[in-house]
């Protein structure tokens, strides 16, 4: 399925669930909805927004255009492309939203022993899940080693004060990919827009990463659920209810190819400079904000399911597991995920 298809997937899940509700709508409800990031957006304001339902589009349109074009490797005109292509260990400027999005990742990388790994980037478009082009062959350990020599968060310094941001690589060719923690980071940016307007009832998703307080149009809190990681977008595995916390779920059984009848995720393991082959097919984290998710949830992905559970239950991290067993899928999650579940 290609990175379109996949992540319409979410969206109608959310809808549907929230529309088996009894119909007693209590309240108007906006929609503004689109593409940005590679994927689809969707926000639901409850109530009114200033301006109204027009206001909201454009403002949520501009809004995540704003950064697609700030932090896109897909746009070579990016801020983030141009510091790709500065091939020099020379400070660099950027914003300071670039640099949040920066020292998230290398927090994360830090917090989860390199396993997020901004810099993966080469292998992810060695292996053909970024803007390079599908490999016809599965890549040489020669390609793989020599990709690997331009990976590392170690590779990557950024300095914040009250005036500048800067970031600087320890080689020319080191390459940052915020894909994997992106569409969080637009959640975030979208809620907070909502709040600055007086919005305090909204759901906003872009791809896998959600944010939502309040109540829906009924007046019940917002409900989400975990898909089953099948083909079928109704099947659903769980049913939760964040209570205002954001949401990320990242997956391996959707973004994938085969080749020479092996089976390839673009979750790429840093150790190896491979695609993982475990038996974890989706993790989902709960946090406060959706970019912090974002991040861990595929931090969790590269661990493996008896890894990720237990870095979830040290860190008291809400986790949600989906594992592969020969009987099909089963349910693992961490203590403090079940506050969360709807029984
Ligand atoms: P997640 O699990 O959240 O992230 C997995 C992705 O992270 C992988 O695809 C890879 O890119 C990266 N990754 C893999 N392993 C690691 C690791 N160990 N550490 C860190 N990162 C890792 N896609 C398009 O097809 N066209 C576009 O124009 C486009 N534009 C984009 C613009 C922006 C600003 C962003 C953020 C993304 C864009 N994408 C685009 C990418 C796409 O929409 C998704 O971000 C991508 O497919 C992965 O998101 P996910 O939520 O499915 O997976």
Redesign the pocket.
């Known amino acids: 399925m290609s ?1 379109w298809g ?2 319409v997937i979410i969206g109608v899940m959310l809808t549907m669930i929230l529309g088996c509700e009894k119909q007693e709508t209590v309240q108007p409800q906006l929609d503004a909805q689109g593409k940005t ?3 689809f957006y969707h926000v639901k304001v409850v109530g009114s927004y200033p301006g109204g339902q027009a206001a909201l589009q454009q403002q949520v349109d501009a809004l995540l255009k704003h ?2 074009d700030e ?4 746009d070579k005109n990016s801020a983030l492309s141009k510091f790709n292509q500065f091939q020099s260990t020379e400070p660099f400027a950027i914003s300071q939203d670039l640099a949040d999005l920066l020292i998230c990742g290398l927090r994360t990388g830090e917090q989860t022993g390199g ?4 810099t ?1 980037g080469p292998l ?1 478009n060695l292996w053909g ?2 803007p390079d082009k599908r490999p016809i062959k599965i890549p040489s350990d020669e390609q793989i080693e020599k990709a690997r020599e331009r990976v590392g968060i170690n590779k990557v310094h950024v300095e914040v004060s009250s005036n500048h941001a800067l970031v600087r690589k320890d080689q020319p060719d080191v390459y940052v ?7 969080g980071f637009g959640a975030d940016k979208v809620a907070a827009l909502l709040e600055a307007n007086g919005v305090h009832n909204y759901l906003v998703e872009i ?3 959600s944010r939502s307080r309040g109540v829906n149009a009924k007046g019940q809190s917002w409900r989400l659920a975990i898909q089953k990681p099948t083909d079928e977008i109704a099947d659903v595995q769980a049913i939760i209810q964040p209570d205002g916390r954001a949401v ?1 779920t ?2 391996s059984y959707r ?1 994938y190819y085969e080749l020479d009848g092996k089976r390839f995720s ?5 150790r190896t400079g491979k695609p993982i082959t475990h038996k974890l097919v989706s993790a989902t984290v709960i946090t406060p904000t959706a970019l912090e998710a ?1 991040a861990l ?3 969790l ?2 661990m493996g399911p008896e890894k990720a559970l237990s870095f979830a239950n040290e860190q008291h991290l809400p986790v949600y597991l989906v594992v592969k067993t020969e009987k099909g899928f089963e349910a693992r999650y961490s203590d403090s995920f079940k506050p969360y579940l709807v029984q």
């Open positions: 990175s996949k992540k990031m590679g994927t950064y697609n932090i896109s490797t897909y396993l997020l790994d901004m993966v992810v899940f970024g990919d915020l894909s994997t923690f992106g569409e791809a896998g990463a990320s990242s997956g973004n673009h979750v790429i393991d840093p974002d949830d595929t931090a992905m590269v």
